[in-house]
Each structure stands twice: as structure tokens, then as C-alpha cells.
């Protein structure tokens, strides 16, 4: 069981095994059941396929989520996923995979008329997206679940248009940098950034945007920075970018007075970072009506704020508390984000 102040209350259940039927596959099955989010996903993987070091799975899954605080629609995403991964040395490592999946956009319009993009993404009814895509990752962490020192560095690529209802093109970077300053003080710097286009006349589908949040500058509500449909009379949504960049910096230590094996810390952050759109990705930029009004600022958002972190046994547990010092006036903050639940 867990919370979120994302998807609400939510409950998980998952069962897995790493030798299946005394087969050696690893097989995985997971329920959620939550406030504002529905899902369930199967996954089996060879950890020694063809004998060799590296895994290859089979992943099914599917996902739905609810009109919300943060956004006034329905959404649903179904479909299967087929990687290969393999370690190159102990500490690059290289994914491949395949996907092929189906995605919706549906209106509710409890709280208003839906914004003009969320009505064009719900016209457009199931879109089907097959793409391919690698990820490399390279990691010289002292510790997964709890660095002091080192280095992680990931990078994601994707390509669809193999098939499917739709082209684009996707990149995402991702860099942490862990260093101890002094005794059990550690410092952490951050850098993320993305971009997504899509090719060949295409459009791209609004759940394949980007969407700001505290993902990328806490402080701020999910989906809370970014382009965002101002049109009076509307739900007023975010509708997605297509390009963003963020950074991070952070010092934590252990709470004073409390044990070292309660795993419990508090850290000082600061976060910056941008989200906007260009004409290319989003149609509706360039064809506006006279009465339609976007908003998409390249301004920087950024806060200042303090965390407590619980490495339980039951799960992690983060509490942030973050001031914005730079927004705009439709951006939608939250000072306070509080998740918790399962790994």
C-alpha cells in the first residue's frame, strides 16, 4: 500500500519468482489499484539467454489513469515490450528492445469545457505506436539503493515508425553525481534533459509529450510547468513539450540523533529547469484560433527546498518541501510532495 500526492492512494499487489517451475526464467505478475491510476503487468525473462551473459523478457502490460487534480482526462496505455540486455563490463551496460503499444486520450469534463488539444488528442481516438529503442547505462555507484560516491550516467533512445499510427523520434539523458564533502555529508549533482520530435509529416500524440513536474523541479504540481492551454472557460491543461532540461544539487546527511541503521536522512536541494514546445511537434501552436490562447514559455522554473528520506523496510519514503523562486503565472506549484510504497 502507498501514497502519492501524483496518483493518490494507491494498493499493489506482485508475486514473482526467479526460477519459474524449476526452469530458471524469472517470471513477475503485479496488480495496482489506486485513487487515480489502474495497472497491470506480466513479465518473464531468461537472466542466461543462450547461454550467454545477458537477459532477454517478454513484458505485457497495461495502465489507466483518471481525471485528477493535475489533468481533466482519461488516458490508457496497452501493450507488450521484448528486450535484450547485457552487461558490457561490470560497469557499462547496453538495452535493446521493441515495443508496440496502444495508447487513448478520453474527455471528462466535470470541471469544463476541455481544452482545445485534449479535444484533438480525444478525436484522434486509440492510436497504435511500435518503436524500437536502446538504453545505456553506466553506473559506478558505491551503493544502488543508497550512493555516497560515484557516478551514474543513462541515456534513452527510441524510434518509432515501424508500424503503428504514428513517427517520432525521442531522446532522454539522465547524470548523477555523488561525492561525500565531509563525514556522513554527501553531495549529489544532477543534470536531466529531453527531446522528442516526430518525422515524415507526422503529429505527435499528446501522452508521447513531456510534462513538467516534480519529476524535474519540485515545487511544482505534476503536470504543473510546461505549456499549458490558458483559453478561458476551459480545464486550462497542461498539453505537453517536447523539449526540457533540468538540474539538480543537493547535500544530505543522516538526522542527527538517530541511529545509522534507521536509514533515515535529510537533505538540502535546489532545482532548475525549462519545458516548452516548438510548432514542429505540436500542430496546434501554428493553428490557433483568435479566442485560443497557449501558453509556452522557455522560462526557466526553479526552487529552493528541504527533504526527509526514509529507506524503510517496507519502501522508500520521501517528504519534499519546495518553494518556487522562479514561475509563471499559470504554472500550478505544490509546496509539498509526499510519495511512499513498495521498490
Known amino acids: 500500500g502507498g501514497y502519492s500526492t501524483s496518483t493518490g492512494i494507491m494498493a499493489q499487489v506482485s508475486v514473482g519468482d526467479r526460477n519459474l517451475f524449476g526452469t530458471g526464467l524469472s517470471g513477475k505478475a503485479s496488480v495496482t489499484y489506486g485513487q487515480y491510476a489502474r495497472g497491470l503487468d506480466l513479465a518473464l525473462t531468461d537472466p542466461y539467454f543462450l547461454g550467454q551473459r545477458m537477459a532477454a523478457g517478454v513484458e505485457v502490460f497495461g495502465n489507466e489513469t483518471f481525471a485528477n487534480p493535475n489533468q481533466s482526462f482519461d488516458s490508457s496505455v496497452y501493450g507488450a515490450r521484448f528486450s535484450v540486455v547485457t552487461p558490457l563490463t561490470d560497469q557499462l551496460g547496453v538495452s535493446w528492445d521493441y515495443s508496440i503499444y496502444n495508447q487513448a486520450v478520453s474527455l471528462d469534463t466535470i470541471d469544463g469545457i476541455s481544452s482545445l488539444p485534449i479535444q484533438q488528442a480525444a478525436a484522434l481516438g486509440p492510436i497504435w505506436v511500435s ?3 536502446s538504453t ?51 553531495g549529489m549533482v544532477r543534470a536531466q534533459g529531453g527531446y522528442v520530435a516526430p518525422y515524415a509529416g507526422a503529429q505527435l500524440p499528446l501522452l508521447d509529450n513531456f510534462f513538467g513536474g516534480p519529476q524535474l523541479v519540485r515545487g511544482f504540481a505534476p503536470n504543473g510547468f510546461g505549456p499549458r492551454d490558458i483559453t478561458p472557460g476551459t480545464t486550462q491543461d497542461n498539453i505537453g513539450g517536447n523539449i526540457y532540461w533540468s538540474s539538480s544539487a543537493e547535500l544530505a546527511a543522516p538526522v542527527p540523533g538517530v541511529p ?14 525549462s519545458l516548452w514546445a516548438t ?65
Open 279 to 343: 510548432g514542429a511537434s505540436n500542430s496546434y501552436l501554428s493553428t490557433l484560433s483568435p479566442s485560443q490562447q497557449i501558453a509556452n514559455s522557455h522560462a526557466m522554473r526553479a526552487s529552493i527546498g528541504t527533504a526527509l528520506i526514509w529507506n524503510s523496510p517496507f519502501g522508500s519514503l520521501q517528504v519534499n518541501y519546495a518553494y518556487p523562486v522562479a514561475k509563471q503565472p499559470y504554472d500550478v506549484t505544490q509546496r509539498l510532495n509526499f510519495t511512499a510504497g513498495g521498490f
Open 260 to 273: 545509522a541503521d534507521a536509514n533515515l536522512k535529510v537533505a538540502l536541494f535546489s532545482d532548475v529547469g
Open 136 to 186: 545505456v547505462t553506466y553506473s559506478t555507484l558505491d551503493n544502488a539503493r543508497q550512493p555516497t560516491s560515484g557516478l551514474h550516467l543513462q541515456t534513452a533512445n527510441e524510434l518509432a515508425g515501424l508500424g503503428g499510427a504514428t513517427k517520432f523520434a525521442r531522446t532522454t539523458e539522465d547524470v548523477r553525481y555523488y561525492h561525500p564533502i565531509v563525514g556522513d555529508l554527501t
Open 131 to 133: 518503436s524500437i529503442g
